[in-house]
Structures are given as structure tokens and as C-alpha cells.
């Protein structure tokens, strides 16, 4: 699998801090002391899963509630259940409620912004969340970035990061990201459905599928 | 093993951008010589600290990088895979910290995890502006250095960018011992590309970007 560390020519920090000399391969019989690994997940509360309330019974975030759920899977297709996910977007007016994000947007005092949940017994997943806005990451060329969610899966030998996108997004075609990705893009949108239950007007699916043929989960 | 072409196509690495959550990070650890300062046992082992900067290619500090250090026990044990290898159960052997750029891991002396490898620690780090990198960081002054076959694969003065060198003593009489990580640019730090079948694309994958190619840096 060819790996993509960039992201493109109009990502300054991109650009500051991407290695300019090829990965190097890993010398044969090393690659076991290169594999993460993380040999048991936290403790996850249920309601950790709910991003549009800062606690249960406190005031729903701004936005449109959306449910957005998949199944973890390895390269081979089996589902990989006890894997910690972890997601976080900014809220509907695109603004993260991270401290370092200095933005004139709104903060949302009804949003933590973050969530974590495991995959159950058969690799599933589900997040309910708002629809994240859309804000500038580069005013002094109009750059804008699209809805997006990050989501990290951590679990046995697994490790990755990265991002949901949204179909039909106007800023998607100029994300630096996604021209990076090209035709691989297309596994990168969350698939719109009608949402499962009543706490989301709409339902995103996003399956997640990880490297790790070799490595089997905790169960 | 499965066949190749049978396999699903990876979800996409994307970049962990500049707001990973920090409550994510509670209960994460950068002290592995301890479990809890309140308990009487710890596991066993010469402690020494690891500690350094995250340089981007102008030489500033890389704000806001997510930095996981895991390594063996003091006698060369490692949770993988195949079950906890004997691994000292008061050792946790990984630890996490979202960063201004500076690090300092305390931790213990690592075992070798074969007779030919030299003690080290793997790193992987994410970063805005890229997706996910993986090295190892060997401590000078170990002989097993010399036969080490991860710096053997490197020319001599890209291996010794992998060696922290002993800077004195912690308060507590532990060494120090001091690696500046460089992303970009001149003294670039040597990362590894960590995918089992690294190069080989499987169906169904682009076949355009040259492993490792930094996409951010053509222009």
C-alpha cells in the first residue's frame, strides 16, 4: 500500500513539516518492533458516544444532530470488535472547542466537540454528533475547508487517523487532501441514510476498514 | 495468509490536524518507571529519560504534535500480537503526549526484543500537515548499537540522527539523554515506512504516488 504523508501544496504547515527524503524500508525481521501496539482499551461510558450534549440531560449543541455509524474491519473483512475510536469535529459554525483554535467563529457553549466509543462484538460503531461547519484555513487564498470528522481507531495492532467527508460539499474538489487521495476519495464520504433513531435527523454510514491481517484484536 | 486481491482497500491515513483533543490524553502517561507514585512497587529497571524537540524544517517547534513512544521491558519483553511476552506486568511500555514540540519520556533501560537489536524506542508521530510517521530512537553508547540492523540500514550519519545522546543526569540521578526529531529539511530525521507489503499496491489502489513521497513539497 503506497502511503501518502503530504497533503498538498497549499498546506503551509504541510509544507513546514512533511519529510522531503522518501520512508524508509523497514530491514527484514524488524518490522514486528515497528508495530504498535495497544493491549487494552479505557474505560468508555456510554454516553461518551453523544457529542451534541456536554453530559446527559445538559442542553443540546447548535446544528443538526447526525448519527454517523460503520462496522471496523480488517483487510480480510473481519470485524475487529474492542477497538477504541475516538472522534471530533468543530460545531456547526466551524469553530473547534480546542483551546489552540484561535478563529472569530462561535463557540458553542452546549458542544464538547469530542467523543470516544468501542466497537462492539461485531466491529460496529455509532457517534451521534452535529453536522460539522465549514470554515477558512487559509483567508489570504480563500481556501476554505469542507464539513469533515476526524475520527483515530486505536486497538490491538491498529493504529490510524483519519477524516469522514460529506457528499456534495463545495469546498471538497479544492481540499488539498482530497486531491491528494483522488479516486480513493469516494471511501472517505460518509454514506447518507435515514437515521436509526429519533436523536438524529440524519444518518451517516462510514465503514472503517484498517491494515493488520497479522494482527489479531483483544476480544 | 490471504490472497492479496481479495483484500478491502484501506480507509485512507489523513492528517490528525492542529486540534486532537486533549481529554484524550488523561491517563496517558510519559513515566514508565511508575505506575502510580502512591504505590510501593514499580517495575524493575534502570531508569533513564529520553527527552527532546519536534523540529519542523525551519528549525521551530512543532506545536501541537501527538507523539507515542511504546518500547520493551528491561528484559527485552514487548506486548504483541501473540500475547503479553512475559512482559513485566508493572511495565506498561507505552506512553502518549500532545506537545509544544518538547518531549521527556522517564522510563527504563529497554531490553533487547532479539539478540541482534540494540535497545530502542518506537516512536509515531502525528502532526497537522501530514499523516502518520513511524522511527525508532537507539541511545548512544550501547554497544549493541554497532550490530543494530535498523541503523546498519542507514548511512552513518543518517543513524546517528536516531541516537540520543547522553546529556547527564536527571535530578534524581537518572542519564539523560537528548534527540532533537527533525521533520524537514537539512538533518531530516530518517522515518520508515511500517506497511507489511510497503510498495505493493493492492487492486483497487492508485497506483500514482511513490511510497513516502512528500505530496506538500513538489512546489
Known sequence: MTRRLGIGPTDRTSDERTPRRPLRPMPPGTAASFRPWLPQPPAVAPHEADLTRIAPGRPRADGEAIEVAGVLRDEAGRPLPGALLEIWNCNAHGRYTHRDDQADYAIDPNFLGHGRALTDAEGRYRFVTVLPGRYVARPDIGRWRPRHIHISVRGGAARLITQMYFEGDPHNDADPMRILMGEDFARQIGRERAAATPDAARGFDFDLTVAGADAPFWE | MTDRRNRLPLTCEDTVGPYYPLPFLDGDRMDLTRVHPGLAIRPAGEARVLAGRVLDRHGALAHGVLLEFQQADPAGAIRGPGGDGGVDPWFEGVARCRTDGTFRLRTLR????????????????????????????????????????????????????LVAAPTGEAEDGAPVYALDIV?????????????????????????????????????
Open chain 2, 110 to 161: 529497554p531490553g533487547p526484543v532479539a539478540p541482534e537489536r540494540a535497545p530502542h524506542v518506537t516512536l509515531t508521530i502525528f502532526s497537522d500537515g501530514f499523516a502518520r510517521l513511524v522511527t525508532q530512537i537507539f541511545f548512544g553508547g550501547e554497544a549493541a548499537n554497532a550490530a543494530d540492523p535498523v541503523l546498519a540500514s542507514l548511512d552513518p550519519q543518517e543513524a546517528a540522527r
Open chain 2, 183 to 219: 521533520l524537514a529539511g537539512e538533518g531530516e530525521t530518517p522515518f520508515f515506512d511500517d506497511r507489511p507489503e510497503a510498495g505493493v499496491a493492492p487492486s483497487g489502489a492508485p497506483s500514482g504516488a511513490s511510497s513516502g513521497a512528500p505530496a506538500g513539497a513538489a512546489a
